[in-house]
């Protein structure tokens, strides 16, 4: 019974997606079965035959699965699959989870490696190219292979099946450069590695003196939730701070059991921030991103990028105008919390880095005053000081006492 004067639970009502999908598409499959990632796995669909079963194709599906075959593997977890709707291609889990034929086609431009990672990757698993952090690339595998996939140069497999000598070389390169402080294993998806076999990675990391955190980019809470156990929290929790950033791009993925596995992550103390691709006609719309971001939030996740869609190979039916993302920002900006609102970032082609992007909000600058309109449009004017000496004089003194006190350099 509830206390008199709540609304009645509203949960109790409300059908579960993946439960209808389940029953639909595997009706023989045992609670226990459905809820360990070891099965989910085993039976995740890999081809066109099996793919036959479950989803009613379209003839650009279909040919879009027989043209690529050669290019980038297929994997769906059945939860990921339970999705799908059956009767609509435009269905975000579907379009981002079942081949067209446009991926087939590679445009004039378009690159196999799109952000020049190849160029600053000094050991086969680290990708260095910002001075303090790197990319530390764990494994080849996902639950699920993204249509959008822009590592899959990576993540067809058989090229970087990465050896346990090549894993314990990226993390002496680590050790050996002091200048890094902030390691983001990524991949394929680290929490496709078992529990031990993670800690193998986060245990001899979290222990070099200068890395003063660890980032886990995986996009298992959206495509394979159950695999987000108690057992994987406390072990990320012991090697804090480790932030896990998740990759939702559409409100349908935030079903209630990836809300469960990201406030597991959350209640044992890892932070959850969330990387969305802006993907033409799939979520490229300021509605869909403002939803998105809401749910993220009410289950405790951040949003953090909104990425303009990179430049690469099967990609540009995908991609949206630059002005997409920025009109996008601009609906969001002001209309709702500032906590829902991510960063439009653009990864340049060629390995410039990422740069972020924002509607133009200074009108004029001058220097008595500076011209700003707010997010309606209107006009107001922020009185520049007259003083405008900006040193810290008292910054020598607390970079001289601060590791005295135990304050590590930042
Ligand atoms: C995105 C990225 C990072 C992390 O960038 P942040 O802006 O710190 O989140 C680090 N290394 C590489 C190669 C990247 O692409
Ligand atoms: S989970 Fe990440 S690395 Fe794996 S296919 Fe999807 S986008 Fe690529």
Same mark, same amino acid.
């Given at each position: ?81 339970? !999705?799908? $709707? ?11 989870? &079942? =081949?067209?034929?446009?991926?087939? *086609? #590679? ?73 890094v402080r902030d390691v983001l294993i990524s991949g394929g998806?680290?929490?496709? !590695?078992? $529990? ?11 222990? &070099? =003196?200068?890395?003063?955190?660890? *980032? #886990? ?70 509605r869909i991103i403002k939803e998105l971001s809401h749910l ?65 909000y200074a009108v004029e600058y001058g220097a008595q005053e ?41």
């Open positions: 019974m509830l206390p008199a004067g709540l609304p009645p639970e509203p949960t109790a009502a409300r059908a579960s997606l993946s439960a209808e999908g389940r029953k639909r598409l595997f009706p023989n499959a045992t609670d226990a079965e459905w809820a360990d990632w070891r099965w989910q796995q085993r039976h995740a669909v890999r081809g066109l035959e099996q793919l036959e079963r479950y989803v009613p194709l379209t003839s650009n599906e279909r040919a879009g699965v027989q043209e690529t075959s050669a290019l980038f593997r297929i994997g769906i977890s059945p939860y990921y699959l339970s !999705l799908i $709707d059956p009767e609509h291609p435009f269905c975000p889990v579907r379009m981002q989870s &079942i =081949p067209v034929r446009a991926e087939a *086609r #590679i445009r004039p431009g378009e690159l196999a490696d799109p952000l020049g990672e190849d160029k600053t990757r000094p050991e086969e698993c680290i990708v260095h190219k910002y001075p303090d952090r790197v990319l530390f690339l764990a494994l080849d595998t996902c639950s699920v292979y993204c249509r959008h996939c822009t590592r899959r140069r990576i993540t067809q497999g058989g090229v970087a099946e990465l050896s346990k000598e090549q894993l314990r070389r990226g993390v002496d390169y680590v050790r050996s450069h002091p200048e998806d680290p929490f496709m !590695l078992s $529990d031990s076999r993670l800690e193998e990675l986060l245990a001899p990391l979290s222990e &070099i =003196p200068h890395v003063e955190m660890i *980032r #886990i980019g995986t996009r298992v809470p959206v495509c394979l939730p159950m695999r987000v156990t108690d057992a994987l929290a406390k072990t990320l929790r012991r090697y804090a701070p480790v932030f896990v950033v998740t990759h939702f791009n559409h409100p349908k993925e935030v079903t209630p059991e990836a809300r469960e596995a990201c406030e597991r992550l959350v209640d044992h103390g890892v932070p959850v921030e969330n990387q969305a691709v802006l993907m033409r006609q799939l979520n490229s719309d300021a993220l939030l009410r289950s405790r996740v951040r949003p953090y990028y909104l990425h303009q869609m990179d430049v690469a190979e099967g990609c540009e039916h995908l991609r949206t105008p630059i002005a997409k993302g920025l009109e996008i920002i601009q609906q969001l900006r002001g209309y709702t919390t500032g906590l829902a609102v991510p960063h439009l970032a653009v990864d340049l082609p060629g390995g410039g880095g990422k740069v972020t992007l924002q509607p133009d500076t011209v700003f309109r707010n997010y309606k449009g209107e006009r107001f004017t922020y009185p520049e000081p007259e003083e405008t000496d900006c040193t810290c004089p008292y910054d020598g003194v607390w970079q001289e006492r601060a590791p005295r006190y135990g304050y590590r350099k930042g």
